[in-house]
């Protein structure tokens, strides 16, 4: 199931695209409205999700770096053990592993993650995310599609 890797490069390729966009032709902390309720607004964040141990002193660089080089390895040994018919749990887990290594990538060079997706309503903003954060988010939402049993085939052999 290895052949699911162009997915897992695929979200890394747009996700630093879009991350060398942003840092290119915006300053740090400005934000743009697009529609209504969604703005790009370009942020760095040197936590986990939902800015998680941000304010941690820097320790948590290599920390979120090492946890995610695991995670990345365990993903691409598991996809590399799935049958031929799990086809949503190998998108799954291509697109969960092209996210963790599109913020790796961020937090080994620059010691941050680059968000800049912000979506809101009125005054209250969900944090802001990347295209790394969509992919990873995906995955998740198509893996327990896949645990419920959607997408399920029999195996042929």
């Given at each position: 199931m290895l052949k699911w890797l162009w997915l897992t490069?695929?979200?890394?390729?747009?996700?630093?695209?879009?991350?060398?966009a942003i840092d290119a032709s915006m300053q740090l902390y400005q934000s743009i409205e697009i529609i209504p309720f969604f703005n790009l607004t370009y942020v760095h964040n040197t936590g986990a999700a939902f800015s998680f141990l941000s304010e941690a002193g820097?320790?948590?660089?290599?920390?979120?770096?090492?946890?995610?080089s695991i995670i990345s390895i365990v993903l691409a040994v598991w996809l590399a053990?799935?049958?031929?018919?799990?086809?949503?749990?190998?998108?799954?887990?291509?697109l969960i592993l092209g996210g963790?290594?599109?913020?790796l990538i961020d937090r080994v060079l620059y010691g941050y993650v680059i968000d800049f997706?912000?979506?809101?309503y009125q005054s209250w903003h969900w944090p802001a995310f990347n295209v790394a954060d969509?992919?990873?988010?995906?995955?998740?939402?198509?893996?327990l599609l896949e645990s419920v049993g959607v997408g399920k085939t029999e195996e042929l052999d």
């Amino acid at each position: 199931m290895l052949k699911w890797l162009w997915l897992t490069g695929l979200a890394v390729v747009l996700d630093q695209a879009s991350k060398l966009a942003i840092d290119a032709s915006m300053q740090l902390y400005q934000s743009i409205e697009i529609i209504p309720f969604f703005n790009l607004t370009y942020v760095h964040n040197t936590g986990a999700a939902f800015s998680f141990l941000s304010e941690a002193g820097g320790w948590q660089r290599w920390f979120f770096a090492i946890l995610a080089s695991i995670i990345s390895i365990v993903l691409a040994v598991w996809l590399a053990k799935l049958k031929k018919h799990e086809i949503l749990m190998a998108a799954s887990l291509s697109l969960i592993l092209g996210g963790a290594i599109g913020n790796l990538i961020d937090r080994v060079l620059y010691g941050y993650v680059i968000d800049f997706l912000d979506v809101y309503y009125q005054s209250w903003h969900w944090p802001a995310f990347n295209v790394a954060d969509s992919a990873i988010t995906l995955g998740v939402i198509l893996m327990l599609l896949e645990s419920v049993g959607v997408g399920k085939t029999e195996e042929l052999d």
